[in-house]
């Protein structure tokens, strides 16, 4: 157990729709990551928090957006879902810049 | 762009040594990570190089040469456990901290 805690484990939702994906970091960790793998690719790193402000961008979609909060916990929010968001959606925490990413075990969200 | 290039497959037999490689193209390069993943699970660290040379770990080594924009991930005597995708993630700098993952391979070890 990394002690990264992400909800729901899975989510079934109509194109056009909302979601919020939710992620709590292991204690103690300030950065929060979120990374998107869809069907056999690899790790497509979407965005970073630090403390509560954004620090890195990736190629995040306008239609996505992030946010840390005050408690450290964080949320992914995606909007206008196409059926190419069906992925697996990670969060992951870390100490420090240099310190080694600790993931959660992934939302998997399917648009129909 | 950022870009990590590692071998799409690897078979191997149990109890046999294994080499994954991993050339990358990038800016603002500080290290290079590895990681392991099961069928769908969380990706999990296993080692991390700032410097050139090797890094052993247990059965797990990582090496890497700035100079040639390389590295690589050693596995020693083979477990069926270790089938398992492995990917490497380089480290970024300027403005944050930017792990850019390669495209990871599948490896597979067979009796």
Redesign the interface.
Known sequence: D?G?TQTPKHLITATGQRVTLRCSPRSGDL?V?W?QQSLDQ????LI?Y?NGEE??K?NILERFSAQQFPDLHSELNLSSLELGDSA?Y?C?S?VG??S???????T?LTVT | GQSLEQPSEVTAVEGAIVQINCTYQTSGF??L?W?QQHD??????LS?N?LDGLEETGRFSSFLSRSDSYGYLLLQELQMKDSASY?C?A?LTG??????????TQLKVEL
Do not use: D, E, I
Request: hydrophobic fraction near 35%.
């Open positions: 990394s990264v950065s990551y990374y690899g790790l497509q790193f970073q630090y620090r890195a990736g697996l990670f992951a870390s810049v240099n080694p990413l600790h993931f959660g075990n992934g998997r | 500080y290290g990570s990681y769908g699970g969380a990706p999990t660290f991390y700032a990917f993630a480290l403005g944050g901290n930017k792990l850019t993952f390669g495209t990871g």
